[in-house]
């Protein structure tokens, strides 16, 4: 047995919740924010996956309907521990925004107009900005662009944004193009 299959083998429901409340308590800006503290804590803290795999959870996650959080949570927890594992980590991510959503929506009102509170609001706003582009240069740089491949992502995302095609499209799209070319390079 290999160390990282015995160290994903004896992690505890506890720590599984524990770990991804902390990452889901600490991060600000969605789902694409909580790669790097995910990444920290499940490849680089606590040895659960090795980076490659990472990478490959995070694609199945995207492909996937719903939360990214919530989704590239499920996959790991159900990589480590099966089912009861996607619970845990599925829960340890959800709680933090259920309770943070619940205070706010409880005592918003109160603080809406609030010049400190406005002020606090910009200010993460750029914050929030650079914690969902650190992990999507990581990607990049993981997905092994090249000069012939690095103009993918570039068109994809100006044909979201300057275009409106919808995501869906691109992801089949891109899913087409790579089993194209894979079957181009097995002849």
Same mark, same amino acid.
């Not at 943070?100 to 009102?109: N, P, Q, T, V």
């Given at each position: 047995m290999k160390?990282?299959?015995?160290a994903?083998?004896?992690v505890?429901?506890y ?5 991804f409340?902390h990452?889901? @308590?600490f +991060?600000l800006? $969605?789902g694409y924010a909580?790669?790097? #503290? =995910?990444e ?6 606590h %040895?659960?996956i090795?980076k ?23 996959f790991?927890?159900?990589k ?6 996607? @619970?845990? +980590?599925?829960? $340890? ?5 259920? #309770? =943070?959503?619940?205070a706010i929506?409880?005592?918003f %009102? ?8 406005a002020?606090a ?11 969902i582009a650190?992990p ?5 740089q993981?997905?092994?662009?090249n000069r ?13 944004w300057a275009?409106?095609?919808?995501p869906?499209?691109?992801i089949i799209?891109?899913?087409?193009g790579?089993?194209?070319c ?6």
């Amino acid at each position: 047995m290999k160390n990282e299959e015995f160290a994903a083998a004896e992690v505890g429901y506890y720590e599984l919740v524990r770990t991804f409340f902390h990452i889901g @308590i600490f +991060t600000l800006g $969605g789902g694409y924010a909580m790669i790097p #503290l =995910i990444e920290e804590e499940v490849v680089g803290r606590h %040895k659960w996956i090795e980076k490659e795999e990472m990478l490959d959870l995070i694609a199945i996650a995207q492909s996937c309907p719903g939360v990214f959080a919530i989704n590239i949570a499920i996959f790991i927890g159900y990589k480590l521990r099966k089912v009861r594992g996607a @619970i845990a +980590t599925a829960f $340890g991510t959800a709680l933090p925004s259920f #309770l =943070i959503i619940l205070a706010i929506a409880i005592f918003f %009102k109160q603080f809406e107009h609030n010049p400190i509170v406005a002020a606090a609001f910009r200010g993460i706003r750029p914050a929030v900005v650079a914690l969902i582009a650190v992990p999507t240069f990581r990607l990049g740089q993981r997905a092994q662009l090249n000069r012939y491949t690095f103009w993918i992502p570039i068109v994809s995302a100006l044909a979201i944004w300057a275009l409106g095609v919808s995501p869906i499209y691109i992801i089949i799209l891109a899913g087409i193009g790579g089993a194209a070319c894979a079957s181009l390079n097995d002849k």
